[in-house]
């Protein structure tokens, strides 16, 4: 079966400190693989989509980059945080059209 | 105006009780999602539908493409029905991924 792995599931970082977020997916291949961010009394938004390694399509201009490795490896990173960084990140993938499964997500509060 | 709108916002019942949650959306699109987020932030794709009515269990939902509203209802509810419930529409156009989501509704199921 399926599985995706999200970690840290929670983490409180400085202003300025650098960020890595790591998605892992089990049990299929060449997902499409998905960052969302989902900030304080807002809705889910999308980051960050890759349809394979090494491909990476941004939705959202910031100071945050995704990477992907490897098949099933996603990466969220950034060099300097902001404290409107702060939010529940999720990782999702699909393997044909939208996402339809989501990872247990990390919590990020930046201070 | 938000493209994806949901009511209401919270709601409280009573166990047993029949629950309907709204979605409203202003774009064309080519499917809806229902999703159900519990208090740890994990989220599952509850259903995918593009026209007439899907059920699991308990869970009823429906779409009128003409009137571009969707709902979504619970029978018999009961406090494990406790979470939060996103609608989320993939428009034509959009990049893959890219779920135009809801608020989400905050239902709490009282014993």
């Known amino acids: 079966s399926q599985t995706i792995h999200q970690w840290p599931a929670t983490l409180v970082q400085p202003v300025g400190s650098p960020l890595s977020l790591e998605c892992t997916v089990e049990?299929?291949?060449?997902?499409?693989l998905y960052w969302y961010r989902q900030a304080a009394g807002r809705g889910l938004q999308l980051l960050f989509y890759s349809v394979g390694i090494g491909q990476i399509s941004s939705e959202v201009p910031q100071n945050l980059s995704a990477s992907r490795p490897q098949d099933r490896q996603f990466i969220l990173s950034s060099k300097k945080l902001l404290l409107s960084d702060s939010g529940f990140y999720l990782c999702?993938?699909?393997?044909?059209?939208?996402?339809?499964?989501f990872g247990p997500g990390t919590r990020l509060t930046v201070l | 105006k938000n493209e994806v709108e949901q009511s209401p916002q919270n709601l409280t019942a009573q166990e047993g009780e029949f629950i309907t949650i709204n979605c409203s959306y202003s774009v064309g699109i080519s499917a809806l999602h229902w999703l159900q987020q519990h208090p740890g932030g994990g989220i599952v794709s509850l259903f995918m539908l593009s026209s007439g009515k899907k059920k699991h269990g308990r869970l009823i939902a429906t779409i009128n493409i003409q009137e571009k509203h969707s709902s979504l209802h619970i029978t018999a509810s009961h406090p494990r029905d406790s979470a939060v419930y996103i609608c989320?529409?993939?428009?034509?156009?959009?990049?893959?991924?890219?779920?135009?989501f809801g608020k989400g509704t905050k239902l709490s199921v009282k014993p």
């Open positions: 999702a993938w699909s393997v044909l059209g939208p996402p339809l499964y």
């Open positions: 989320a529409a993939m428009n034509y156009g959009g990049s893959q991924g890219n779920l135009i």
């Open positions: 049990g299929t291949s060449n997902p499409n």
